[in-house]
């Protein structure tokens, strides 16, 4: 990464507050910025705007889109970045998808629909390096990747998909984990997303029912199960950890009911969620 000297003072202060920090101080400080400039620029080629907009100047690009952004990644080629942005590159029509097996388990969608997942694996990676019990791992694994079938209110599609095959603690850790990423909680050292700036507006505020759901986890005993989620929830990637789906297959085996049937076959109340997933090319 190319540094620029007086953009670096600048950022940190300014010469004289620089000169006044220790060496150590001034390391940390060095290294908070180039951490935030990698993360920018990550958001950048996502597509992210060049300088943060409200809520109003988001709403106002809404018919400059090619899709909405709440589509799921499934159903559009490029364009479903949290930005709603074609960005270079991306291909004018989706791609052909390979066939899911008639017994399909977990595994096969996250290798055949749920593909690369690298942001759902590096968040349950983390966890389960940070020595997290296996169903808040799990949580982890699974909070995000409803999204290939809807974006918006993910926490709760995601729910509904999972819970014929999870404990109930999971799938309310993976329902509750969308309200409370927008709450700091100090304890455990999660603070508000500055990518949520780009993404929703600087001067966004949750609606009515995510403060609503936010006070009722909060007081939940699954509070941290959920909080858990966002505490390893990664809001920038790093292109070079790369984490195989096969890496769970433990944890999945001992904490995810799979149907013999093979999921989407099984009459469950989320059965039509999986059939639309795996065949998202039905006209009807």
Not at 57 to 80: K, V, Y
Not at 165 to 173: E, H, P
Request: glycine share 6%; proline share 8%.
């Amino acid at each position: 990464m190319e540094i620029q000297r007086q953009r670096v003072l600048s950022a940190l202060g300014g010469s004289l507050a620089v000169e006044q920090m220790d060496p150590e101080a001034r390391a940390e400080a060095l290294e908070e910025y180039l951490s935030n400039e990698l993360d920018y620029s990550a958001f950048v080629r996502f597509g992210a705007p060049s300088i943060p907009m409200t809520v109003s100047e988001l709403e106002a690009q809404i018919d400059m889109r090619p899709l909405r952004r709440g589509i799921g990644t499934l159903f559009a080629s490029g364009g479903t970045n949290p930005f709603g942005n074609r960005l270079p590159g991306e291909p004018v029509n989706v791609s052909r998808l390979a066939r899911m097996p008639a017994r399909a388990t977990l595994l096969d969608f996250f290798r055949l629909r749920f593909a690369p997942a690298t942001h759902v694996l590096q968040s349950a990676d983390k966890a389960l390096a940070a020595g997290y019990p296996e169903e808040i791992v799990l949580a982890c694994l699974l909070h995000d990747v409803a999204q290939s079938l809807m974006k918006a209110d993910h926490g709760w599609w995601a729910a509904q998909l999972f819970e014929p095959y999870v404990s109930r603690k999971v799938s309310f850790a993976i329902r509750y984990h969308q309200a409370l990423r927008f709450y700091p909680d100090p304890s455990v050292g999660y603070e508000y997303p500055g990518l949520y700036n780009l993404i929703f507006g600087t001067d966004y505020t949750p609606p009515p029912y995510i403060e609503a759901a936010y006070q009722y986890c909060r007081n939940h005993k699954w509070y941290m199960a959920a909080r858990l989620v966002t505490v390893n929830d990664l809001y920038s990637f790093d292109p070079n950890h790369n984490v195989e789906p096969d890496k769970f297959t433990d944890i999945i085996g001992r904490h995810f009911k799979e149907p013999k049937e093979g999921l989407g076959n099984d009459n469950s109340p989320s059965a039509h969620m999986w059939r639309t997933i795996a065949n998202p090319d039905a006209p009807l």
